[in-house]
């Protein structure tokens, strides 16, 4: 049996970044209500076409994923289950963003097979940081496999400041990092801002870069692509 992977993008926010050129904005739940049902019937129109293969992963992103209800969130997983046939070897992945998720949607995720949490963490980190709430809850609730995002090279960042928010990622260890420089991409808020000039400069970028290697292979960490890291 061949396999293959499944994306079901949600493309919902609390509100659109400045650096963002995903399709993502805010919605009623109305129309994340309609989202849902409409994405449950595309799945059923591959249903026939993917009959004879195994899904191996499944990675549900975004926008924020995790701003879906309980309900909803069990509207696609039904779909997906009657759908496809599921690898026992799955891997499958949400998207979260701290604040909204809870002990009660991450207990939901993994009822349903959820074995690995992504965490946009983006930049910023302190002691009573949502994120550090939701990394604490999402291990209490027996994740183990779990992907920190960070973000390096915007606006107002030191290199300092992304230091120590490196070293504090690290600390918590996750099982994966995925550390991206700004890109000014057409469309956005960032780009109608600052152009193709970067808000730091191409110096403090490669600091962050060279500081993004040196510190997660000190804790660990080996770079398999250009931005990402795993244990």
């Not at 500081?211 to 990402?228: A, P, Q, V």
């Amino acid at each position: 049996m061949s396999t293959f992977g499944l994306y079901l993008h949600i493309p919902f926010c609390v509100k659109k970044c400045n650096y963002c050129n995903f399709l993502s904005f805010p919605a009623k739940e109305a129309l994340k209500d309609e989202y849902v049902k409409a994405l449950a019937m595309e799945m059923q129109l591959w249903k026939d076409k993917v009959s004879n293969d195994a899904v191996d992963t499944i990675f549900i992103g975004g926008g924020t994923p995790s701003l879906l209800t309980e309900g909803q969130f069990d509207v696609l997983q039904n779909e997906v289950v009657k759908s496809f046939h599921l690898s026992d070897k799955m891997e499958y992945t949400i998207e979260c963003n701290p604040g909204t998720v809870d002990a009660e949607k991450l207990k939901n995720y993994k009822k349903a097979g959820v074995n690995r949490i992504s965490f946009g963490l983006q930049s910023t980190i302190s002691s009573d940081d949502d994120f550090l709430v939701s990394f604490h809850q999402a291990r209490e609730c027996g994740f183990a496999n779990i992907n920190v995002d960070l973000m390096s090279a915007i606006p107002e960042q030191t290199v300092a400041g992304y230091e120590q928010t490196l070293t504090r990622v690290c600390e918590l260890a996750p099982e994966h990092i995925s550390s991206y420089s700004l890109i000014l991409e057409e469309g956005t808020p960032f780009y109608e801002k600052y152009g193709e000039c970067p808000p730091v400069s191409e110096e403090e970028d490669r600091q962050m870069y060279e500081l993004t290697k040196e510190r997660l292979s000190d804790f660990g960490y080996h770079r398999y692509e250009i931005s990402n890291y795993a244990k």
